[in-house]
């Protein structure tokens, strides 16, 4: 019954069973099309449950495959048996060695360590010894461990990790890698020092077909939305953009919002046109987890090449460097690590008789970038 005052529906009216099926953290109890994948990882990590040091794995496949999920999945079931500790880092959010270890100490020690004052081997050697002492297991997941590679910190932060056992003796530790940055070859940019002891079991997630896609979404449907909420032709719609972008996460925050949509309307039923209304937020979903897993510096940066995009590099630098005083050393990082996001293009060209130089360019409209800025 629609509510006239405010064109909704009522409170305790709503198109959705369940609308936690839709948002990011969400683990599906059924995980659909990934079995090889999940039992390449089951066969790596089995040795933990015995209190045996597990196989290294590495985890590939463009955005929204599944890797995420897939790690929760098993790092849940693994956590829960005894003398094993599993530990999932976000390495949008801590992009560092020490970042690393200090979600690894938290979930060891129940609090966070200092943020400042207390060194890295101080704080190494409170970890290593924990489990020493408690004879666990440690698993460690670095999602998105790509962007240690764009900060230059993923052959230490794995050093550390894979030789604890060295610096103390019975530290059994695991580490399974989680990259969506398909162009980046985790295992040929890491230094010799760490490729000799990482040697992983690989598991790679492509992207789901039409199929597959519709299969996964339906049952999202099923147990999100109220029977006959949401028809079979609005389900096709999302299905068929969601195949179109590749990303699975699109589909599934394009059936919330559709619904959020739907009841703004003060409608029960979802209908093709709430897809249209909502479709360009919802594909545009990585770019905005993108954008704002950046730093204020970053961005800075971002925003610098919004307003002079297609300008060379050099000058684009005179522009940022008004605004942070950063060299351009570090520009030049930050610029690759854009370019690497596919927030920008940073293409060589041939200049007449003076070599080459850069171009900047956003690889977004730039309205669309500015809005989430």
């Not at 002492?133 to 900060?151: G, H, I, K, P, W």
């Not at 029977?227 to 179109?244: F, H, K, N, S, Y």
Request: charged share 30%.
């Amino acid at each position: 019954m629609a509510d006239d005052s405010g064109g909704m529906l009522s409170w305790d009216e709503s198109v959705f069973r369940d609308e936690h099926v839709f948002e990011i953290d969400y683990v599906p109890e059924a995980f659909r099309h990934r079995e090889s994948q999940l039992q390449t990882l089951q066969y790596a990590l089995r040795p933990a449950v015995r209190g045996n040091r597990p196989l290294n794995a590495m985890v590939r496949g463009p955005p929204g495959t599944g890797k995420t999920t897939a790690v929760q999945k098993l790092f849940g079931e693994l956590g829960s048996q005894p003398g094993v500790r599993a530990v999932r880092v976000n390495c949008q959010v801590d992009a560092t060695r020490y970042g690393v270890f200090s979600r690894v100490f938290q979930s060891i020690f129940d609090y966070e360590p200092p943020s400042s004052g207390v060194s890295f081997k101080k704080l190494f050697g409170q970890v290593a010894d924990r489990l020493v002492d408690e004879e666990e297991v440690l698993v460690v997941a670095l999602d998105d461990v790509n962007y240690l590679f764009y900060e230059n910190e993923a052959s230490d932060t794995l050093y550390s990790l894979l030789r604890a056992h060295e610096t103390h003796p019975g530290a059994k530790v695991g580490v399974v890698l989680v990259s969506s940055d398909t162009g980046l070859d985790v295992v040929e940019a890491l230094d010799g020092r760490v490729q000799s002891v990482f040697r992983p079991e690989e598991a790679y997630f492509p992207v789901y077909d039409r199929e597959e896609v519709a299969d996964i979404l339906g049952e999202r449907v099923r147990i999100g939305f109220r029977d006959g909420a949401l028809p079979m032709a609005v389900l096709d719609r999302v299905a068929e953009q969601t195949a179109d972008a590749g990303d699975l996460r699109v589909g599934i925050d394009m059936l919330r919002r559709a619904g959020l949509h739907a009841e703004s309307r003060a409608s029960t039923t979802v209908e093709v046109e709430d897809v249209e209304a909502v479709s360009d937020r919802a594909r545009n979903l990585r770019l905005a987890r993108d954008i704002e897993a950046l730093t204020d510096v970053e961005r800075e940066l971002l925003r610098t090449v919004a307003e002079r995009d297609g300008e060379r590099a050099g000058d684009v630098y005179d522009a940022f460097a008004e605004r942070t005083d950063l060299g351009y050393t570090r520009y030049t990082e930050l610029v690759n690590k854009l370019d690497r996001l596919d927030l920008i293009d940073a293409r060589y060209e041939s200049l007449d008789g003076r070599g080459r130089s850069r171009t900047l360019t956003l690889a977004h409209d730039a309205e669309t970038v500015e809005r989430r800025l």
